[in-house]
């Protein structure tokens, strides 16, 4: 499947449409393409914006199909949303795509999900290196299926010098798992460096003093999936949710401290661009004090 905006469509700000989708038969794609929209026109644009697609499995439900048709479906919404993301010079997209806690899920669903995966790296990766798309895993996605792994670090090493859209796969991603593990890493550099200095653990105020200043907001910002590991992603300034369930189940809990919320009834299948440029719409018009004041 082909991405719709080529650079110079993005320059000029035009939204494209795909006629391949058309070509293939594939309705549920192709109806979205019918559409011309959405310029980005004079929108205020967030930088970073991370997704929680949710409710392929109602989607599927509702249309008794099985639970893989609605992954299959939120595949294709997924690869819409990075599409119009890029055209519309965002510079960061986060998609929550495996949790740590989905392994719970059956076998047959888990496994159905990076069989997608491999999917989706094979139809897109051309149109997404061509569209200039550095792709960026986050997670402890080693612990994902080997064909899965290995499809997905030929992905990142071909769109590692890329320089348009970050498309941030969260994979296997749990947010407290993130935090303890950038705790532990702190902890650990900390220790180094009080022994370099040659601090005694007894030595209370000098103790204290050091760790104040290694330890900070910034330096545990940059342990984390989206610190120095990814370039130091700047903070989601809008995290969407879609199927209406409105809360954040354990993604981007440190990063999303003074982020904007949007959360729409829509189930991720149905995620198509115009909802997108709805809730972008909405976001331009916020006022985003980050707790100080006009
Ligand atoms: C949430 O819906 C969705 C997921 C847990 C998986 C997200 C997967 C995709 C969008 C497609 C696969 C793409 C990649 C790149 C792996 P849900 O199943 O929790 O829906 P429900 O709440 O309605 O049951």
Redesign the pocket.
């Known amino acids: 499947m082909e991405f719709s905006g080529n650079k110079t469509d993005t320059a000029q700000g035009k939204s494209s449409l795909n006629t391949s989708a058309e070509a293939s038969g594939d309705i549920t794609t192709s109806k979205r393409f019918q559409i011309p929209c959405c310029d980005s026109g004079d929108l205020k644009m967030p930088t970073h914006v991370a997704i929680i697609?949710?409710?392929?499995?109602?989607?599927a439900?509702k249309r008794s199909l099985p639970?893989l048709a609605?992954?299959?479906a939120?595949?294709k919404?997924?690869i819409e949303a990075t599409r119009a993301a890029s055209d519309w010079g965002i510079k960061y997209l986060t998609?929550?795509?495996?949790?740590t806690e989905?392994w719970k899920r059956s076998q047959e669903e888990v496994g159905g999900?990076?069989k997608?995966?491999i999917k989706?790296v094979e139809s897109e990766l051309r149109e997404l290196h061509r569209n200039n798309v550095k792709v960026n895993v986050m997670g402890d996605y080693e612990k994902i299926p080997a064909a899965a792994l290995v499809k997905l670090k030929e992905t990142i090493e071909t769109t590692s010098n890329n320089t348009g859209l970050n498309l941030n796969?969260a994979?296997n991603y749990g947010s407290r798992a993130e935090i303890i593990r950038g705790i532990r890493s702190l902890v650990q550099k900390s220790l180094q460096e009080l022994r370099e200095l040659e601090i005694s653990e007894k030595n209370d105020s000098e103790l204290k003093a050091r760790l104040e200043e290694i330890i900070t907001e910034g330096s545990f910002s940059r342990e984390l999936y989206t610190g120095d590991e990814l370039g130091n992603i700047p903070d989601p300034d809008l995290i969407i949710r879609t199927?209406g369930?409105e809360r954040l189940s354990n993604f981007l809990l440190w990063q999303a401290a003074y982020s904007e919320f949007a959360f729409t009834p829509v189930?991720?299948p149905e995620f198509t661009r115009e909802e997108f440029k709805k809730i972008l719409d909405d976001y331009s018009n916020r006022d985003r004090r980050f707790g100080g004041r006009k």
């Open positions: 697609m949710d409710g392929n499995g109602r989607w439900k639970r609605g992954h299959n939120g595949m919404a997924m998609v929550y795509a495996f949790s989905n999900i990076f997608l995966l989706y796969i994979l199927s369930e189930m991720w």
